[in-house]
């Protein structure tokens, strides 16, 4: 069971496999904002997202203030599978034109190619190498609808091919050590992807943005509000942006980043995006026994497999996939999927070491939005990954350097947070997906539990007695109750317990509280409010860290 301060450190109760050679004891610290500031530009959030840009602007000598709601790399970076990878070219083109998925093919190529460049640069060990991926058919090749897939396969590569990318298909491909009785040869083969260990380099940007006299950091500092003030229209006039915290400090700033996975606000993007959990496993197999490469198949949702590694005899084999949607399944037995999976093509597979879950975002038109926010003029966001977050915010980190010191960028338009067409194209999809979600509101009239002590030790569940607002209960290890307000600060969804990650989930938009209600992912700015005393002594305990 996670310490109440295990959420500062990350947003999940399970550990993810990036732990097992960057403990969060080796995290770098920064101090709490005690003061106002200013600055050229105020960016929140220290993940992938919030640290490219703040390396892409310092490095051009703008000055960068850097804002945390927990610890540094506390969020999804760090609970990522870590894979640099382009794909999905078919579908972007049928959404964005051949112009659009070229510009898009070329962003994802200088992305995995950056992290490569930087790391050198600055010498970060960061496990950083291009592979080839391997995408391959769901079905055995015995079954009819491998051939099926196989032409879907051969039509990616085509595309691929169109846009300047290395690609190819290799029919009867076999993967080294895939050696299970299940047959899925065949596979498209996309060259120059790349893998790395995502918190040992964003430690090591931060390590020499550290060093640089125009960059400050500053965690457990939660913004509140981001908001542009004065008057500009038509180039003629000025605006600054203030960057409210919870404790009342502001910082004034010519320009602000959103880089917290989701942006802080009511709706506006936030309805363009499906809200996803993920699954990983990492799972020891000998040195050597697979063949280094990144591996997908094309299953709805898909599997993802890398290797990292783990000591001198084995190397970790991350295996992801069964993605769901927050708060709407039953989230017991995907990590026992995930090795049934792994255990039936790779037969020397060893024990699993860790178990853990993330969010991916996923915009209707496949592409991230990054780039100045709608309505406004000097406030940018970083959002909608695709669950291709680590290349997308890695480009988004030049795009809005480039955009913010107004340095033309071909890219800008196809991620534009305002484009039009791309959305519009989607709108029926939109619609389905808005109708399901207000089916969540349905959580009003329902309990998950009828008395306090149905609850095992170690679990939550909303109660909702039908003559007041439904309460998230929470029960401790050794019986103790805390209460929170269901209620997702954000559009008043009914939180549901997610049992593995230990968080109340909110089905709306995705928002995660922590067991003690601390917000870990927004687009809540705020967390639960406590109902009890012992609710508000545990979310004391669980924000001082």
């Not at 917000?519 to 508000?536: N, T």
Request: aromatic share 8%; with cysteine.
């Amino acid at each position: 069971m996670a310490q109440p301060q295990h959420f500062i450190a990350t947003s999940g109760a399970k550990d993810s496999v990036w732990v097992h050679t960057d403990p969060y004891s080796q995290r770098p610290r920064f101090p709490k904002l005690t003061r106002d500031l200013q600055a050229e530009v105020c960016v929140v959030g220290s993940g992938i997202a919030g640290v490219s840009t703040a390396y892409e602007l310092v490095s051009r000598g703008v000055s960068v203030v850097m804002l945390e709601a927990r610890d540094v790399v506390s969020g999804e970076s760090g609970r990522t599978s870590g894979h640099l990878s382009t794909d999905g070219f078919v579908d972007i083109a049928k959404k964005h034109g051949n112009d659009g998925a070229k510009a898009v093919a070329e962003s994802y190529a200088w992305a995995i190619k950056r992290v490569g460049e930087i790391s050198s640069k600055l010498g970060v060990d960061c496990e950083y190498r291009q592979l080839p991926a391997y995408h391959i058919s769901q079905y055995a090749r015995s079954d009819e609808s491998h051939a099926k897939e196989v032409e879907s396969l051969k039509e990616e590569v085509s595309k691929a091919g169109e846009l300047g990318l290395s690609a190819s298909f290799e029919e009867g491909y076999a993967i080294k050590g895939w050696d299970g009785k299940i047959d899925q040869r065949d596979a498209a083969v996309f060259n120059q992807q790349a893998t790395f260990h995502p918190t040992k380099y964003i430690k090591g940007v931060l390590a020499w943005l550290s060093e640089q006299s125009n960059f400050t950091c500053f965690t457990r500092t939660r913004v509140m509000s981001i908001e542009e003030k004065g008057v500009e229209i038509l180039g003629i006039g000025s605006k600054d942006v203030r960057v409210s915290t919870l404790d009342g400090h502001t910082v004034i700033c010519e320009n602000a980043v959103e880089a917290t996975c989701i942006p802080l606000q009511k709706l506006s993007v936030v309805a363009q995006l499906e809200f996803m959990r993920t699954y990983c496993i990492a799972i020891r197999v000998p040195k050597g026994y697979i063949e280094d490469c990144l591996i997908y198949d094309v299953a709805s949702p898909y599997r993802y497999v890398r290797l990292t590694a783990c000591d001198e005899e084995d190397d970790y084999l991350v295996v992801g996939g069964c993605d769901h949607k927050v708060g709407q399944e039953d989230e017991n037995g995907r990590f026992n999927e995930l090795e049934d999976w792994t255990r039936q093509r790779f037969t020397k597979a060893k024990t699993v070491d860790y178990k853990w879950s993330g969010q991916v975002l996923e915009p209707v038109d496949h592409v991230a939005m990054i780039g100045l926010n709608q309505g406004k003029s000097h406030i940018y966001i970083a959002t909608g990954d695709a669950g291709n977050g680590l290349v997308h915010y890695v480009l988004g980190g030049k795009l809005i350097a480039d955009l913010i010191t107004k340095t033309p960028n071909s890219w800008s338009s196809v991620y534009s947070p305002k484009r039009l067409a791309s959305i519009a194209s989607s709108l029926p999809s939109m619609i389905s997906h808005d109708v399901q979600i207000n089916a969540q509101y349905k959580r009003f009239l329902q309990s998950d539990i009828s008395d306090i002590e149905d609850l095992a030790p170690g679990t939550g569940g909303v109660l909702n007695t039908k003559t007041s607002k439904p309460v998230a209960v929470y029960k401790d290890g050794e019986g103790k109750v805390s209460t929170f307000s269901a209620l997702c600060p954000h559009l008043k969804g009914v939180v549901c317990w997610n049992g593995t990650e230990e968080s109340w989930d909110c089905p709306i938009h995705g928002s995660r509280f922590s067991k003690d209600g601390v917000q870990v992912m927004g687009p809540a700015k705020a967390g639960l409010s406590p109902v009890d005393k012992e609710g508000e002594v545990r979310q004391q305990q669980a924000v001082q860290g």
